[in-house]
């Protein structure tokens, strides 16, 4: 019988996320409290650009952001946000989406499989993804468990189980 295998990824699904600022968006047009402070909520480029006439509206905006992150399903742990820093007259706070995993973050991975994981599973680092294989797919399974329950900063996913 051939080793069974499955991909461990980070991973933000990009119209999820387009959809979340999309909802931000709006909400921020909306309501009250963020008329004629010049609130807005845009992507630039590949990074999420948020604008407001001081520090604290644009902190309120970033909550507005993160909320609607969390109802799409995205883990916060896959924004990396800066600090506001004044622009001009407003204040602005750049957010990146984290994709792909590390190598750092890889051999973190790799190396607690390798100590808390059961004994026949192997793990390879592939890219931005480590690859998890083993006779066994109930191994499989316990080390998905293991890796669920362990407190990494990065979110993960789970692809390819076959």
Same mark, same amino acid.
């Given at each position: 019988? +051939?080793?069974?295998? $499955? ?9 999820? +996320? ?5 909802? #931000? ?13 010049? +609130?807005?909520? #845009? ?16 902190? #309120? ?29 407003? $204040? ?49 399974? #316990? +080390? ?9 900063? $990065? ?8």
């Amino acid at each position: 019988m +051939a080793d069974s295998s $499955f991909d461990v990824v980070s991973k933000v699904d990009k119209m999820e +996320a387009d959809n979340a600022v999309n909802q #931000a968006r709006k909400e921020v047009e909306q309501r009250y409290d963020f008329k004629g402070v010049g +609130a807005d909520v #845009a992507w630039s480029g590949e990074k999420l650009l948020l604008k407001a006439s001081s520090e604290e509206r644009v902190k #309120a905006v970033l909550d507005v952001v993160q909320t609607k992150f969390i109802k799409r399903g995205i883990d916060l742990k896959m924004l990396e946000q800066g600090d506001p820093y004044p622009s001009g007259k407003e $204040f602005r706070i750049e957010i990146a989406l984290k994709d792909g995993i590390s190598t750092e973050d890889g051999k973190k991975v790799t190396k607690l499989l390798r100590e808390q994981g059961p004994k026949s599973i192997k793990s390879q680092i592939q890219g931005e993804e480590v690859r998890v294989s083993s006779k066994s797919r109930d191994d499989l399974q #316990a +080390a998905i468990q293991l890796l669920k329950g362990a407190d990494f900063e $990065f979110d993960l996913q789970f692809v390819n189980f076959r």
